[in-house]
């Protein structure tokens, strides 16, 4: 049995958790809840760099992060399912996972800023220059949306990046960004894997 270590919290170890349910992969990846806050949690001694997600093959091999995760369920469901073989979309697909990937590190990097410094401590210039990562990077999006149709990593990876931003954001890009709003949500509808992983 495959074993993914992640937190239900978290966006990169969602994307994971998408992945498995949408391949029809439950019976061949059991998820087992971690801590990277915990110095005895196995994640540790996995992933050097004590971040989540983190898989373990059947045959005892260390895989992270969250897009060598995703590669290697693809290629486990046989591949070609959420990592296209046709050239243009395949570097499309990855190209959109690393843009949403990037939003949600930004996200992560102003909720620190936030959650870790006093507000004497905190940088402006800086939750400034992360902020506006985000800005473009769903402008950017809203000008071109993903695909409407299928699921690839990509995909995924926007839909996770979005939930993660507005769980701590709020809502409000949705009126700045109504085309990326109505990708949201019909992703939403269409990949019941999205609304399972929620928490």
């Known amino acids: 049995m495959n074993i993914l270590r992640t937190s239900p919290g978290s966006p990169y170890g ?22 990277t806050s915990d110095p005895t949690d196995p994640i540790h001694a996995i992933n050097p760099l004590h971040k989540m997600p983190a898989l373990v093959t059947q045959e005892g091999a260390a ?28 570097f499309r697909a990855l190209t ?13 990097l102003v909720r620190y800023e936030d959650r870790w410094r006093s507000p004497e401590q905190r940088s402006e210039p800086w939750l400034a220059h992360q902020r506006k990562k985000i800005g473009d990077a769903m402008r950017a999006l809203d000008e ?42 019909a992703f939403a509808e269409r990949v019941p894997a999205f609304a399972a992983t929620s928490s």
């Open 144 to 185: 071109a949306p993903p695909p409407a149709s299928g699921v690839d990593v990509g995909q995924i990876a926007i839909a996770c990046a979005l939930a993660f931003y507005e769980k701590f954001a709020g809502d409000e890009w949705r009126s700045r960004h109504r085309a990326l709003a109505d990708w949201a949500h």
């Open 96 to 108: 959109l996972q690393a843009l949403a990937d990037g939003v949600t590190d930004a996200t992560v």
């Open 14 to 35: 969602r994307k994971a958790r998408i992945a498995v349910a949408h391949l029809g992969l439950g019976d061949r990846v059991r998820f087992e809840p971690s801590s």
């Open 63 to 90: 895989i992270y992060d969250s897009p060598v995760i995703l590669e290697y369920l693809d290629w486990l469901a046989g591949g070609g399912r959420i990592i296209p073989n046709e050239p243009h979309a395949r």
